[in-house]
């Protein structure tokens, strides 16, 4: 196969630090107005997050039916983060189904606290069940520190930091600090274009893993006289 930049060990990694940095330059660089628009619920970005989600989705759907795994979990993922792109985690219960109040306020009804439970409950099984099954194939990643191992650990810190950008205005507040318009505008130009970037590096990183499955070692491990088949 001809070398690509994305076979590089930190291309991955690299590239979410990229798209921070890129994120927040055009926060605290572009027109207010212009990115209140772009960055509006429903508007150009999130409209393409969604579309880039369930590309990302469908890519690993289609892998993992081909080679089982990991790929699924990547499918998985992919989908349910377009759901919540979609606000469907709130479009049937009165607050989130991973909003504690939903299950804290007396006022919610029981039917919807249960069946918010137990959706949860049967997301959490199959993420964990797919991981599961792909324990060998993470575990030669790991020893093989390959460039999508190294991939999908950036890809999970990088959510990781998005999340907490967005939430750092609110937990501020709470302790009497207000963020500038400026600050405020940049914290959620991150998170906004951060979560339309995740999919694309998620691809990248599907692509990675693709290339390197093809190498004898992976298809000796999914050998199944050998009992170490990961689908």
Same mark, same amino acid.
């Given at each position: 196969?001809? /070398?690509? /930049? =994305? $076979?590089r060990? +930190? ?23 212009f ?8 508007? /150009? ?16 759907? %289609?892998m &993992? ?7 699924? #979990? ?6 349910? +983060?377009? +759901? ?7 479009? #049937? ?8 109040? =939903?299950?804290?306020?007396?006022d ?16 959490? @099984? ?5 991981? &599961?099954?792909?324990?060998?194939? =993470?575990?030669?990643?790991a020893?093989?520190? !390959?460039? @999508? #191992?190294?991939?999908? %650990? ?10 907490? *950008?967005?939430?750092?205005?609110? +937990?501020?507040?709470?302790v ?5 318009e400026?600050a $405020?505008?940049? !914290? ?13 590096? %998620?691809?990248?990183? *599907? ?7 093809? @190498? !004898?070692v992976? $298809? *000796? ?6 009992? =170490?088949?990961?689908?």
């Amino acid at each position: 196969m001809t /070398p690509s /930049p =994305l $076979d590089r060990p +930190m291309s991955v990694p690299l590239l979410c630090l990229a798209v921070l940095v890129g994120a927040a330059a055009f926060g605290l660089l572009a027109n207010p107005h212009f990115t209140d628009r772009l960055l509006a619920e429903g508007g /150009p970005v999130e409209t393409a997050s969604v579309a880039l989600h369930l590309l990302a989705a469908s890519v690993a759907f %289609v892998m &993992w039916r081909k080679r089982g795994a990991l790929f699924g #979990f990547l499918a998985l993922a992919e989908l349910l +983060m377009a +759901m919540r792109e979609l606000d469907v985690h709130r479009a #049937f219960t009165t607050f989130g189904v991973f909003s504690t109040r =939903l299950y804290a306020r007396p006022d919610v009804p029981l039917f919807e606290k249960l069946g918010a439970a137990l959706a949860i409950f049967a997301i959490v @099984a199959l993420l964990a069940g797919l991981l &599961w099954r792909s324990r060998s194939e =993470l575990r030669l990643m790991a020893a093989e520190r !390959s460039p @999508a #191992f190294r991939g999908l %650990v950036a890809v999970a810190v990088f959510t990781v930091a998005l999340k907490e *950008i967005d939430g750092l205005p609110r +937990m501020l507040a709470r302790v009497g600090v207000i963020l500038s318009e400026r600050a $405020d505008t940049v !914290s959620h130009a991150i998170e906004e274009l951060g979560e339309m970037a995740l999919p694309v590096l %998620v691809l990248a990183v *599907i692509r990675q893993h693709a290339r390197a499955t093809s @190498a !004898s070692v992976y $298809d *000796i491990l999914r050998d199944p006289n050998l009992g =170490l088949a990961s689908r």
